[in-house]
T-cell receptor
Framework: EDQVTQSPEALRLQEGESSSLNCSYT??????LFWYRQDPGKGPEFLFT???AGEEKEKERLKATLTKKESFLHITAPKPEDSATYLC???????????FGQGTRLTINP | EAGVVQSPRYKIIEKKQPVAFWCNPI?????LYWYLQNLGQGPELLIR????????DSQLPKDRFSAERLKGVDSTLKIQPAELGDSAVYLC??????????FGPGTRLTVL
């Protein structure tokens, strides 16, 4: 069964304190690994797509990396506005659907 | 470019009542998805459309849920009758083929 697991479930950091979120996946065939940000009361907002192991993508204070079993979302010197739930999702080959993890709820304290 | 539009944003109904949600995807996106998101969980796919054809509805509870996408543009998701366990956020997303999916703001359904 295709499965995506994120850890930790919740993370509280001080402003400027860098950290990483983990996304482990077990799928029949990975077409791509997606990261989304979701603010309360809103739909997920697309951040990155990674397609192959070793690939990295960056956007402002965020950097996403991918291995054959997991993906990391690194947050460097975060600010309070980075507080949100971060979702990762695996796109399954031949199925064109996203299997989501349960998300990591990130809180950045000023 | 306008994003995915959903309405209503909030809906409160009594159990056993019917309810419908509407979605207008991003212009030019031929693929449309309906997801269900429970509190503290990631979205789960209910149904996927390629133009007007439902190509994956394996997770749609067909005894009470139905969906349509007439003319391959906007879509409606219906629940009849609603149950207490249907309380959740219903998200619509669209994509250009198998590319990145873009989500609407969702409809928060509360069944009393």
């Amino acid at each position: 069964e295709d499965q995506v697991t994120q850890s930790p479930e919740a993370l509280r950091l001080q402003e400027g304190e860098s950290s990483s979120l983990n996304c482990s996946y077990t799928v029949s065939g990975l077409r791509g690994l997606f990261w989304y940000r979701q603010d309360p009361g809103k739909g997920p907002e697309f951040l990155f797509t990674l397609y192959s192991a070793g690939e990295e993508k960056e956007k402002e204070r965020l950097k996403a990396t991918l291995t054959k079993k997991e993906s990391f979302l690194h947050i460097t010197a975060p600010k309070p506005e980075d507080s949100a739930t971060y979702l990762c999702a695996a796109s399954i080959q031949g199925a064109q659907k996203l299997v989501f993890g349960q998300g990591t709820r990130l809180t950045i304290n000023p | 470019e306008a994003g995915v539009v959903q309405s209503p944003r909030y809906k409160i109904i009594e159990k056993k009542q019917p309810v419908a949600f509407w979605c207008n995807p991003i212009s030019g996106h031929n693929t449309l998805y309906w997801y269900l998101q429970n509190l503290g969980q990631g979205p789960e796919l209910l149904i996927r459309y390629e133009n007007e054809e439902a190509v994956d509805d394996s997770q749609l509870p067909k005894d009470r849920f139905s969906a349509e996408r007439l003319k391959g543009v906007d879509s409606t998701l219906k629940i009849q009758p609603a149950e207490l366990g249907d309380s959740a956020v219903y998200l619509c997303a669209s994509s250009r083929g198998p590319g990145e999916q873009f989500f609407g703001p969702g409809t928060r359904l509360t069944v009393l």
